[in-house]
């Protein structure tokens, strides 16, 4: 900068500064002249190195620089090796959502979409565990406009599907009802898939013919479903 001043490895100034503060700290043992607290430092120094130890602040310390150098790779578009990074980042904090979907990215960009779902996939389940369904929809849409026929596990996918039509997703809701009953042609669930599906055609696309083609959908493929009454009806209509 303008003063001249340079960058110093954290590994080299913190020791320092420690050692600094803590001559400080002896001199004013049997001195009343110093203002500064400098034992205050050294013992407020050391007792957050305790708790942060305890907390487990080493082996996020650990992960950081993988995951530091993956996202350097990222940013030249070495992917092999920024995928390799992701994955070591990952053995240590296989948890993190936000970094499955990083490497899920890094795997698209290598042309490896067989690992882009697997890490896609992590990183939604991650992130409706802790709660984020927003974020999660978005990615799932994000998957599914990159990996042809992306899925989740049934009951997941199905939630998805769901909250993305009651959050007025329809485009994605489609799609996403769409790779349901590809990927799970035997579920119980399909005839309710078709009802909604037709239900997006008719009242938010206005299209009826292809809500009809849902509804004769179901009644070919379900005609005992509880739900083949209600559809017949709509086909008549």
């Known amino acids: 900068n303008r003063a001249g001043g340079s960058s110093v490895p954290g590994l080299l100034a913190i020791p320092v500064w420690f050692l600094y503060q803590g001559a400080d700290a002896l001199m004013q043992f049997g001195s009343g ?8 430092h050294v013992g ?19 992960a950081e620089k993988p995951l530091a150098r993956a996202r350097g790779h990222v940013e030249k ?6 995928q390799g990074e992701f994955q070591n980042y990952l053995d240590l ?8 979907a990083e490497a899920a990215r890094a795997f698209l960009c290598g042309a490896e979409k067989g690992r882009a779902r697997f890490h896609y996939a992590e990183a939604v389940s991650s992130l409706l565990k802790n709660g984020r369904r927003g974020d999660a929809e978005a990615l799932f849409m994000e998957a ?13 996918h199905l939630g998805l599907a769901c909250g993305m039509e009651r959050s007025l997703k329809y485009s994605g809701a ?9 990927r799970y042609p035997d579920s119980r669930e399909i005839p ?3 009802l909604r599906m037709a239900g997006i055609h008719e009242k938010r696309f206005g299209r009826p013919d292809g809500a009809v083609s849902c509804y004769a959908a179901l009644l070919e493929g379900y005609p005992g479903d509880d739900w083949a009454d ?3 009806a709509e086909v008549e209509r």
């Open 44 to 62: 407020g120094f050391a007792c957050g190195i305790i708790l942060a130890l305890l907390f487990g602040a080493l082996s996020a310390a650990r």
């Open 230 to 232: 209600f559809a017949a």
């Open 93 to 100: 904090m296989p948890d993190d959502a936000d970094v499955h």
């Open 174 to 182: 489609m799609k996403a009802y769409g790779n349901f009953m590809t």
């Open 192 to 194: 309710f898939v078709l």
């Open 77 to 82: 578009a070495e992917w092999f090796a920024a």
């Open 33 to 40: 002249g110093m203002a500064v607290a400098y034992s205050v």
């Open 144 to 156: 599914m406009r990159s990996i042809e026929g992306f899925s989740m596990p049934e009951k997941e």
